[in-house]
Every structure is written in C-alpha cells, then in structure tokens.
C-alpha cells in the first residue's frame, strides 16, 4: 500500500482495504479499467463468504496447476489489468518458478492499456512481455477480444487465465488448452469451462501456485501426471459452492 494511504494491519477489513486500494490505484494509473473496478466488488462479496481464505479444494486445485505449468510444453500466463494491479510481482515469480511465459489480454483491448501494462510489469521484474504483437486470433469470438500473440496464447498448451470473461475461457478451451482459471465465482462460466477451476482470491492464488511449483521442481513426470489425474474438478466446484453457501458472517 502506498505511504499516503493509512490502514493499520490490525484492521480486522486490511486485506480488503488494501485490495480495493491497489485496484483504485491500478485505475488512477491507467491500466486497471473501471470495468475492473465493478469485478473487484463481485470477487470482493464472494471471498467474504468464503472467509477470505483458501479453502482445502482450492489449495488442491492450486497444486493440480502447478503440476500442469511443469508438464506444459508452453504455458502463458494471461495478465489483465486486475491482475497487474494486484498481484504484479507475484505474477513474475510464478513465470519465473515455471519458466510460463506472460501475456497481457484485456477484455477492453486498446493499445494504450497493453503498454501501460506491460511496462508496469518490467517495473515488477518481468523481462519478456507478450500481447503487443496480436498477431493471431482466438477461433469464434469478436476480433478485438479475440487477439492474442501467435508466439504467446496462440501457440500455449497451458494458459493460466486468471479472472477471465465466461466467452474467452470458452473459445480458449474450444481451441484445447489445458485452462487453468482463477476465479472466486464457482458459478461463473470461466471456472465451470476450465480444466482446473481454483476458487480463491488471486492475491492468495498465485504465490501458493508458485510455492507449489517450487515444492515440485523435482518431481518426475509420473508424480506431475499423478497429481493433475487425481485432481477432482467437480468436486473442487462443488466444494467451493458450498464453502460459500454455508459462509458465516463473521
Ligand atoms: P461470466 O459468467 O461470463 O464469466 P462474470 O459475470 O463472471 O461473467 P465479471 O463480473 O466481469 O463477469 O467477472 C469478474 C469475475 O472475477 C467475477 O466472477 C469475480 O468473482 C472474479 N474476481 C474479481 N476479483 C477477483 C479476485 N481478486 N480474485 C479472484 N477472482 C476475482
Ligand atoms: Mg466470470
């Protein structure tokens, strides 16, 4: 958080403040749409219900991921301007721990936007942004939501999309990609299309992705293989909708 802002870390709504703030100043910066700011408040209501934590299916879900990222042949992580605004250096880490590649996919694409983006991302650590190029298109949805880099999404075996609009994640796994989703929506489109639906808050999600891909470095293939085939998606959905339904209010 930055300085001119006080929210003591004893304040029992910290995390969210800070969250609300780092999107409003994503906004401010431009590379956070006000679009983004309308999906903050939908994540917002949905962790509150979850308890703000990352429940025993999404942790599950969170190392099937990270399995997925080190058997991948290609893997791109798809940044948007929530996820820049909020989780930016953790975003590099996780590339950096998997070797994925990132790339910057707006759902309001313009030019102005992806170079904010990806600057602001070098500023984190990133070295190699992708998304400028747009020089391939996603099969079956409207040309400027369909661009992507034929060398990045285009070409990616795995894409971890996090916060994905419901008509993308659908065209991504139509074009057979293993789609890994963040999402704290269980019944949003996006999880219920991806191979892995992870029901979390981003800001959690990603590091915990990252620790387990570290946990995993040395793992074999077979192990990998083990851990994305026992992973239950269904029940992972099913788990999370009832974490939130028998949310308490505390
Ligand atoms: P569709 O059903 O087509 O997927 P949608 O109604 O989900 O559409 P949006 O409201 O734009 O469309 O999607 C924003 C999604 O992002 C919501 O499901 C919300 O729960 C999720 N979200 C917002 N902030 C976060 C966050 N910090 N971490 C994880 N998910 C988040
Ligand atoms: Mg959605």
């Known amino acids: 958080m ?15 403040l800070l969250t609300r703030h780092r999107i409003e100043e994503g906004v401010d910066k431009g590379i956070t749409s006000r679009q983004g700011l309308i999906a903050q408040g939908r994540g917002e209501a949905f ?8 429940i025993e299916s999404a942790d599950a879900a969170e190392r099937a991921a990270a399995a997925y ?5 290609h893997a791109v992580i798809s940044v948007n301007g929530n996820v820049a605004a909020l989780c930016p250096g953790e975003t590099v880490e996780l590339a950096e721990a998997t070797g994925a590649d990132i790339e910057v996919n707006l759902f309001n694409r ?18 190699d942004v992708k998304g400028l190029t747009a020089d ?14 034929a060398d990045g999404i285009y070409d990616a075996d795995v894409v971890l999309v996090p916060l994905e609009d419901g008509d993308r994640a659908e065209a991504l796994s139509a074009m057979g990609k293993t789609e890994l989703v963040i999402d704290l929506n ?65």
């Open 2 to 16: 930055s300085e001119h802002v006080e929210v003591p870390e004893s304040h029992p709504r910290y995390l969210s």
């Open 47 to 54: 962790d509150y219900l979850l308890g703000e934590r990352t």
């Open 69 to 73: 990222f080190l058997l991948a042949d």
């Open 110 to 127: 313009t030019e102005e936007r992806i170079e904010r983006i990806a600057e602001h991302m070098r500023e984190h650590g990133a070295t």
């Open 136 to 149: 391939a298109r996603i099969p079956g949805i409207d040309h400027e939501r369909a661009k992507v880099d």
């Open 186 to 250: 269980p019944g949003s489109r996006s999880p219920r299309t991806a191979t892995v639906p992870i029901v979390d808050n981003v800001l959690r999600a990603v590091p915990n992705i990252t620790d387990h891909a570290r946990d995993l470095a040395d793992a074999s293939d077979a192990e990998l293989r083990d851990i994305v085939e026992s992973f239950d998606r269904e029940a992972a959905l099913d788990e999370a909708e009832s974490a939130i339904r028998n949310g308490k209010f505390d």
